[in-house]
C-alpha cells in the first residue's frame, strides 16, 4: 500500500459475507494498525486504527489492486498492488 509517498504492507482477509479483517504495517515502526471493513462487488470500505479512522470508500480492480481515498480532516489518496 502506498499513502501519499509513504509505503506499508496492508494484509486482508475477505470473508464471503464481504466482511474484512486485516492489519497494515507502515514501512517503517514495528506497529501495526488494526483494519476492519466490508465489500460489496468491486466496491471496498476499511476503517484504520483502534477508532475507525481514517475510513476509506475504494475501488478493487480485477487484478485485485485497491485504490481509494480517505475523507476528513486530513484526507489521503493511496493504492495497493497484490502481492
Do not use: C, K
Not at 21 to 41: D, K, L, M, S
Not at 50 to 57: K, L, M, T
Request: net charge negative; glycine share 16%; proline share 6%.
Amino acid at each position: 500500500m502506498r499513502a501519499s509517498g509513504s509505503d506499508g504492507t496492508l494484509d486482508l482477509t475477505v470473508a464471503r459475507n464481504g466482511i474484512i479483517n486485516g492489519t497494515y504495517h507502515p514501512e517503517f515502526g514495528a506497529r501495526f494498525i488494526p483494519v476492519i471493513g466490508g465489500r460489496q462487488g468491486d466496491h471496498v470500505w476499511l476503517e484504520f486504527g483502534f477508532s475507525g479512522r481514517p475510513r476509506v470508500g475504494e475501488t478493487i480492480a480485477s487484478s485485485g489492486a485497491i485504490s481509494g481515498s480517505t475523507w476528513g480532516r486530513n484526507p489521503l489518496d493511496f493504492e495497493t498492488n497484490p502481492a
